[in-house]
């Protein structure tokens, strides 16, 4: 019984994660920032929040890590994760909220594919399914998109490489298990925003968010998505069942999708419906199969 609600608390800390960080794309959608000064206050404001949540939890404003390679693997996800977020970023612009989403949130396949040709890890058949059925969602999703309001092939592009490197980040973060999940968000978010600089300052001479309502904004994203959303899911995931935190990770780009609907008026058509449908149903599978490696 005791275990039973320590799972389901734990899934719905995962699905709250997810959700929160649903909305990452409409705070993007809303900035008046270049993609890169996004990325580098959405982790800069982090970061004093991940301190006192870790001098709530733990008593202190230092991050332990038990081992110095995680923090050359730390550099590493976070190089990856600079790119990923800089490129959605760029994307969300560019391409409909629910593409941009559903297309980087199908990272799962290329954790596979890293996994096969950098640890010469087999791919089992269920890759190959989900593979299929996502990508088959995925194509069908941005030819039925009407790219001169809702979608822009360019950007679904970028949300297609965006997803390569988030898988990138994935798979390095995964060799940082025995590390605690603050330390880990707290230092990939301090190198994220570090790596951030170089490209934030050739994109745009603006420096600083040029009104109260763009601090606002970055705050929320920095609090709600890289803060709350982040250590909810980083922490959660490694406690619950496989099927249900790939479950549970869905609400993301379904938040996203809603969100974008609801806020921008971004409509939906039935064509899309069902391609978004499987698509996801397909990232279900990718999570599923990635337990089964």
């Known amino acids: 019984m005791t275990e039973n609600l320590h799972r389901a608390n734990n899934f719905i800390l995962l699905a709250g994660g997810a959700t929160l960080i649903g909305f990452a794309p409409i705070f993007v959608r809303w900035s008046e920032m270049s993609p890169s000064w996004v990325t580098f206050y959405r982790m800069l404001l982090a970061l004093p929040i991940l301190v006192l949540i870790n001098l709530y939890l733990n008593k202190s404003i230092f991050f332990k ?4 390679r995680s923090i050359y693997i730390s550099l590493i996800a976070a190089f990856a994760f600079t790119i990923d977020l800089t490129l959605w970023h ?3 612009g560019m391409t409909s909220i629910s593409n941009g989403t559903i297309i980087v949130n199908s990272a799962p396949i290329f954790v ?3 996994y096969f040709f950098y640890f010469k890890e087999k791919l ?3 890759f190959f399914i989900s593979l299929g059925v996502t990508y088959a969602g995925v194509i069908g999703l941005i030819l039925s998109a009407d790219h001169y309001t809702s979608g822009n092939l360019l950007g679904d592009i970028f949300c297609i490489i965006a997803a390569f490197f988030y898988a990138t980040y994935l798979v390095f973060i995964s060799r940082l298990g025995k590390e605690e ?3 880990i968000i707290f230092y990939t978010s301090l190198f994220v925003c570090l790596f951030s600089i170089p490209s934030a300052l050739i994109e745009s001479s603006q420096i600083l968010p040029p009104s109260l309502d763009e601090w606002i904004n970055l705050f929320l994203l920095a609090l709600l998505c890289q803060a709350g959303g982040q250590y909810m899911i980083t922490y959660s995931i490694a406690r619950i069942s496989p099927s249900g935190g790939s ?3 869905l609400l993301q780009p379904v938040t996203a999708t809603i969100c974008a609907a609801y806020i921008f008026a971004e409509t939906i058509n ?8 499987v698509a996801l149903f397909g990232i279900y599978l990718a999570r599923m199969n990635l337990t089964k490696s």
Do not use: D
Request: positive net charge; proline residues 0%.
């Open 65 to 68: 890590i038990q081992a110095k």
């Open 90 to 92: 760029w994307s969300i």
């Open 112 to 114: 596979a594919l890293i």
């Open 124 to 126: 089992t058949k269920y």
């Open 181 to 183: 999940a603050l330390s």
């Open 247 to 249: 479950i549970g990770l």
């Open 270 to 277: 039935f064509i899309q419906m069902l391609f978004i449908c």
